[in-house]
């Protein structure tokens, strides 16, 4: 009776055919035995191709996945900064930093995002106007979020070559990277096409930023690690209402999830070792004392006509921020009660003196990739 074979008789081959090119799979054979599997392999497979490289592997040997691993296998998010060529589209000189001396804008926030909308091509979202994904009564709430994003992104982008450790170098760069698209996405899903996110965040005057206290206490490690975790555990809550059903924002939360395991397994660590743990205390209640402001409406969000105090979807939200701070891990939290309102202003000097810092490596250290 002849033998059938079986996956220990069947062999992968993996050829090279030059040093710039890549191994691929090129075949399959079935032999008796590993040195034969190879010599085969190479009058097969190499009788027309000088090769640089030969791999043959016993397909019972290797880990291959099934018709049921393909959930597992799909990308968790489409945001477009994990494309190749994100970081060149749109590419323009962004390091000049936002001049108080540049004109104001005539236009609040709301009325830019209105424009943008009603300019021929302007909203560029595939997700459609933003009150339909967190509510009009959230609108500040998310546009404010994004500018905490966006200059966390940028500040974060420090920390690529402040080393650290190798593997959480390279994530705080990841972490950063996804910041700056989700502010990017958060503009868009609120009418803003591409010049007009530009010019909201390279060319607002400093005046017109209000960025969150928080990103002010971004400094050392132990602060940047207590911030990072307060911005991700906001941006979760406001991703997680009832309303914010829309795909991108989704991916959105999905991606500030992970963010926030990786601050919270940070926190644990520097409270946990004895040289740390008292500074990273001490970062941590500075952080959480300043973090108040994060569910805060800025003076510009709120109407003329609207009762003094947080409204009750902030305080709502800001209650749920800090249960989640609470299970976070930290040191102690000194979230303040209730939310407190923005400050005009703050955020834009934030913002200038990072850029000042990129345009220091783009001028001393690689110029003719900046070029």
């Known amino acids: 009776m002849p033998h059938v074979p079986t996956d220990d008789d069947v062999y992968e081959v993996f050829a090279q055919t030059g040093t710039g090119s890549a191994l691929s799979h090129v075949g399959s054979l079935v032999a008796p035995r590993r040195d034969a599997a190879w010599h085969l392999a190479k009058e097969t497979y190499g009788r027309r191709d000088d090769l640089f490289r030969l791999w043959v592997v016993r397909r019972g040997d290797l880990i291959v996945s099934s018709a049921g691993d393909r959930g597992l296998l799909a990308a968790k998010t489409r945001m477009p900064h994990r494309q190749p060529g994100f970081p060149t589209t749109r590419r323009r000189d962004r390091s000049a930093a936002p001049d108080a001396t540049i004109a104001a804008p005539a236009a609040t926030v709301a009325t830019q995002a209105a424009a943008a909308r009603e300019r021929p091509g302007g909203s560029v979202s595939e997700c459609g106007d933003a009150h339909g994904v967190a509510g009009r009564a959230l609108d500040g709430l998310w546009l404010a979020l994004a500018d905490d994003l966006f200059v966390l992104g940028n500040r974060l982008g420090e920390r690529i070559v402040d080393y650290i450790d190798l593997e959480e ?9 996804e910041a700056l698209a989700h502010a ?3 503009l868009a899903l609120h009418g803003f096409d591409g010049p007009a996110a530009d010019a909201h965040f390279f060319e607002r005057p400093r005046e017109q930023w209000q960025v969150s206290r928080v990103i002010g206490r971004l400094g050392d490690w132990p602060s940047t690690v207590a911030c990072g975790l307060v911005i991700a555990a906001a941006v979760t809550v406001l991703a997680e209402e009832p309303a914010a059903h829309e795909p991108a924002i989704a991916a959105v939360r999905d991606e500030q999830l992970v963010h926030l395991d990786h601050w919270r397994r940070w926190a644990r660590a520097l409270a946990a070792w004895p040289e740390t743990s008292e500074e990273f ?5 500075e952080v959480t004392r300043s973090a108040g402001d994060l569910f805060g409406a800025g003076p510009r969000d709120v109407p003329a006509d609207a009762p003094p105090g947080p409204s009750a979807a902030a305080a709502e939200l800001h209650g749920r921020l800090a249960a989640l701070i609470r299970d976070s891990g930290g040191p102690g939290s000194l979230l303040p009660d209730l939310p407190v309102a923005r400050a005009a202003g703050n955020g834009g000097s934030v913002l200038a003196d990072c850029l000042a810092h990129g345009r220091v490596v783009r001028e001393h250290y690689a110029p003719e ?3």
């Open 369 to 371: 990739v900046f070029r």
């Open 281 to 285: 205390a001490q970062a941590y209640a």
């Open 169 to 177: 170098s390279l994530a705080v760069g990841s972490i950063g990277q």
């Open 184 to 186: 990017e996405t958060v």
